[in-house]
DNA sequence: CGAAAATTTGACGTGATTCAAACGCAGTGG
DNA sequence: CCACTGCGTTTGAATCACGTCAAATTTTCG
């Protein structure tokens, strides 16, 4: 193995947090656009929950994604370097995701379209596969983000209270329904020791929230399994 | 405000953790699909790595996804249920971003497409649109993964090392530039107090990794700093 | 039925947050 | 010019949530 910095790769093997590759697109991109702007240190480009109107691509500065959730509480969800593309996570809501301020002098490239469907000859089953990935990926960010900035016994509150929409969604019910994963999975994707697990189970069933046997989960409480998901803190 | 369960909404404000939205472009998709297959408790469907096939629908049971790192861990990354899609994430790079498992009885549709191109009436801008979407979206992933499971030096260590390749790959110098970000836009970003933030700094100086002048930092130990990424536990 | 795996429970250590206070720096006004 | 104020940063001390280790208990399955 061949010694090295690790900072001469175009690409990361683990620990990625920026991505290069998307700087081929953007040539295409921009033939696009039609408008450039600058923004000034502070200023912001774009709004969360603002209808979505376009891509915008970096030129040169640096730009912050702020998400501000229901609760007070804001999270800084990216940092845009010249050749990124801003608004991905827009495309499937069709509202932005997140408020974008620059944090230095920034030059930017608009792409206009208003609706996902005005990009140029776009097949609706293409629109749809869009939709569905911008939504995918800006899903999977909330519940990245829940890991980490939520205590064990909210993830596993909210884990229950997805899993309880998830059933009744699909026309079975909210308040009983059977997991075929096991303790250990279950851990693993919420990202905490089988042990933590395993005490939160047995608290929830103490408070009478819910009961657990076996694969056989009953939620007793939904108000009070609620409530857990909105503590803060 | 109503008194709610929180159970019976079908989407959730915060705290998302699955989505019914993809159910109905499964049905647009299902037109094309050609396959479909069953899958017993823990039969794999595909392996992380194995170049993209298509995309599956789940028609019903449960399944799992897990991500394997470099390093020995492996992660749980999705549970897939009825109606969701699996291989999103694979059309951006063309390869499995998973290994994805049965975890009980599971039916599934195969929408069969070898390389996006073959996706029918693709225009080369949305196939690259949807390159970018996916491979943001697996980035994205892993870089939140990496908050979740690292801890807080290791963190900082991969922000400045890809910080330092991303002006690399820019045209600029790995080893000393100006970020614009004050230390509290920092420590939102890497999900750590500010305190926690300073300290590291403090120790990375003590420890000659690199010096840190205001917004000016210098790399003066890419070894070193490498080292810290790669470290384990 | 018996071995292996999964789950539960307890004791303990530790990394990171929180609280609190001090410090440096920039802009403002007397 | 210098005190005053506010903001960002740094540092210290105390606390706490969670992971780790270890052992007991239950469940699974050949």
Redesign the pocket.
């Given at each position: 193995m061949e010694k090295s910095t690790g900072l001469d790769k175009p690409y990361v093997e683990q620990g990625v947090l920026y991505s290069h590759s998307s700087l081929l697109f953007v040539q295409e991109l921009k033939n696009l656009s039609q408008y450039i702007l600058t923004l000034r240190r502070k200023n912001t480009l774009l709004y969360q929950g603002d209808p979505f109107q376009g891509l915008y691509i970096v030129q040169c500065g640096m730009l912050k994604q702020m998400l501000q959730s229901k609760n007070d509480n804001e999270q800084l969800t990216h940092f845009f370097l010249p050749g990124e593309i801003i608004g991905l996570d827009a495309i499937g809501e069709g509202f932005y995701a997140g408020t974008v301020i620059a944090i230095e002098t920034s030059g930017l490239l608009h792409i206009p379209f208003r609706r996902i469907e005005e990009f140029p000859n776009l097949q609706a089953s293409h629109m749809q596969l869009l939709r569905c990935l911008s939504r995918a990926m800006s899903l999977e960010h909330s519940r990245m983000w829940q890991m980490i900035s939520q205590?064990?016994?909210v993830r596993l509150a909210c884990f229950f209270a997805a899993m309880s929409r998830s059933f009744f969604a699909r026309g079975y019910s909210p308040y009983s329904f059977r997991l075929a994963m096991?303790?250990?999975e279950m851990a693993d994707y919420l990202?905490?020791?089988?042990?933590?697990?395993?005490?939160l189970?047995?608290r929830f069933q103490q408070q009478e929230i819910l009961t657990?046997r076996?694969h056989e989960y009953c939620i007793v409480n939904p108000d009070a399994l609620a409530s857990i998901v909105v503590k803060r803190?």
């Open positions: 205590p064990a016994d096991s303790r250990h990202c905490m020791a089988v042990e933590t697990l395993s005490r189970i047995s657990a076996g803190k």
